[in-house]
Structures are given as C-alpha cells and as structure tokens.
C-alpha cells in the first residue's frame, strides 16, 4: 500500500521560510516523479514543483520560481520543500504526489498517488 504522509506546515509570518517534507512507503521510491500541489479554501489544486527520479530535472511554477526549492534523498523516500520569502498568497493546504512517469507532470490527473496535505499559512 502506497503512502505519502506530508509534514512541516505551520504558522509563519510573511517573509518567513518552512521546509515541507514528504515521506513515501510502499512504492519503489527512486522510481517515481515526485510532485507538490497546493489548494487555497475555494481554489483548484494547483501546481508547485515537481522533481525527476534522481533530482536531475526541476521545474517550478512561475509563481514559486527563485522561493522554492524541491529536492529528495532517494535514501531516505523523501522529498522536500524549501520555501523562502513567504507571502500571505502562499497559504494553502500543500500535497505531494507520485508518478512513475518523467515529463511536466503539472497537472493533478497526471499523478497516482496523494498524500494528505499539510496547511501553511503565511501572515501578513
């Protein structure tokens, strides 16, 4: 059974940085594309970052772009999130997920499998 349980979220204020992990079982885990999304109270799920199998290949959204930061350490089935200089437009619900396929892999139906989420909240 497949599990990837998010952790990091919290309260921070604008200006601030957290950094998320995402600690996968279940699945081979150097195999697998590894993406974050978050999701704002009344906003679709959108995009963050995704990293390729060995950390090779990165690819933010234009809005986190030079902030954020994804990396893994394929010896410990984790992946991460640095997030710097937060803004209050940062705050959302944050979820990793995995695939097991390389491209953009930018969009929510492209994955196979979701964590639960963790909240960050940024205050102004």
């Known amino acids: 059974q497949v599990q990837l349980v998010e952790s990091g979220g919290g309260l921070v204020q604008a200006g601030g940085s957290l950094r998320l992990s995402c600690a996968a079982s279940?699945?081979?885990?150097?195999?697998?594309?590894m993406g974050w999304f978050r999701q704002a109270p009344g906003k679709e799920r959108e995009f963050v970052a995704r990293?390729?199998?060995?950390?090779?290949?990165?690819y933010y959204a234009d809005s986190v772009k030079g902030r954020f930061t994804i990396s893994r350490d394929n010896a410990k089935n984790t992946v991460y999130l640095q997030m710097n200089s937060l803004k209050p437009e940062d705050t959302a619900v944050y979820y990793c997920?995995?695939?097991?396929?390389?491209?953009?892999?930018?969009?929510?139906?492209?994955?196979?499998?979701w964590g639960q989420g963790t909240q960050v909240t940024v205050s102004s």
């Open positions: 990293i390729s199998f060995i950390g090779a290949s990165t």
């Open positions: 279940g699945l081979t885990f150097r195999n697998y594309v």
């Open positions: 997920a995995a695939v097991d396929t390389l491209g953009l892999r930018a969009r929510p139906p492209e994955y196979d499998y």
